[in-house]
């Protein structure tokens, strides 16, 4: 049985909300040597709760914090070649936990101003309560951002659109497209045919046709709202918000597990 049609069973018989629960529980205890072993070595390290570590990424401090820094660095990576790191206003949107946007002003010139935004309150307040040289923001579900026309440079979310519904697709786009100056550079990753596995037959058959599939076993936004973006879908998509694909890397399979694609998009203004 595909594990997508038990959640379908557990979630008929609300029990998803107990498995979350045994799930973080679990992972604490799998993680418990690494994890106090990280705290003996790295005591002056600032760490968000374990639960917001679970529900954001993973529950080890090891691969949040010390692999922080080299996905920061691979994401300035794929965009340096596009603009330019000096002077500019960079945004995390669903920023989380800050597990990237925090190695940032380490990385990178301090000439450039650094941004986060989330819709979940908790991690905003965290963030900004214990990382510094940023600006973190709370905004909604919905669009709009609380930034200005035109105010930033570079734009990342990293697993956002995958826990969002196709209306949200079309107005986050959008929405990312004001805050955006002309040429501005949109950095986004999402479920592509690494993760097509997880579908049912009939799912990839919308999927190859081009559509977006959804699993909402919980409202969008949350880690239990997953969605599926066929390249040609994304594609179209950027194309309809003036958005030029610069790259697109599809995601591969690395240690079992599927990693989400990349793009790296180009906007342009009329
Ligand atoms: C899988 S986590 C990724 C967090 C972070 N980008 C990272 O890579 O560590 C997804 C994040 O998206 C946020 N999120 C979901 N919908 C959002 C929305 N409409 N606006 C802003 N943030 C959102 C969630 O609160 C969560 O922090």
Redesign the pocket.
């Known amino acids: 049985m595909k594990k997508i049609a038990l959640k379908r069973i557990l979630s008929n018989l609300n029990l998803l909300s107990l498995i979350e629960q045994v799930n973080f529980y679990r992972q604490k205890w799998q993680n418990r040597k690494s994890n106090r072993l990280f705290l003996e070595n790295n005591p002056t390290v600032k760490l968000p709760p374990d639960f917001y570590l679970y529900?954001?990424?993973n529950l080890n401090y090891d691969k949040f914090y010390t692999n922080g820094k080299p996905t920061a660095k691979w994401l300035v990576n794929h965009i340096k070649g596009f603009k330019e790191f000096k002077n500019i206003s960079i945004l995390?949107?669903?920023?989380?936990?800050g597990?990237?946007l925090r190695h940032l002003p380490s990385i990178l010139d301090s000439s450039n101003s650094f941004y986060g935004?989330?819709?979940?309150k908790k991690?905003v307040k965290w963030c900004s309560e214990n990382l510094e040289g940023i600006q973190f923001k709370n905004?909604?579900?919905?669009p709009p951002l609380n930034f200005k026309n035109d105010e930033m440079d570079v734009v990342y979310?990293?697993?956002?659109f995958?826990?969002?519904s196709e209306e949200?697709h079309h107005s986050?786009l959008k929405e990312l497209s004001r805050v955006l100056k002309n040429t501005g550079i949109l950095f986004l990753t999402t479920h592509g045919d690494a993760h097509k596995f997880k579908l049912l037959e009939k799912e990839q058959e919308i999927y190859d046709a081009g559509n977006l599939v959804i699993h909402d076993f919980k409202k969008?936004?949350n880690?239990l709202y997953a969605s599926y973006q066929s390249p040609k879908f994304f594609r179209a998509l950027c194309e309809q918000n003036n958005f030029e694909v610069l790259n697109h890397i599809p995601g591969d399979i690395r240690n079992n597990k599927p990693q989400q694609d990349v793009w790296v998009l180009k906007l342009i203004k009329n």
Request: charged residues 20%.
């Open positions: 529900e954001t990424f995390d949107w669903g920023c989380g936990t597990r990237i935004t989330d819709y979940n991690y905004n909604n579900l919905n979310g990293i697993s956002i995958t826990h969002l949200l986050w969008e936004g880690r």
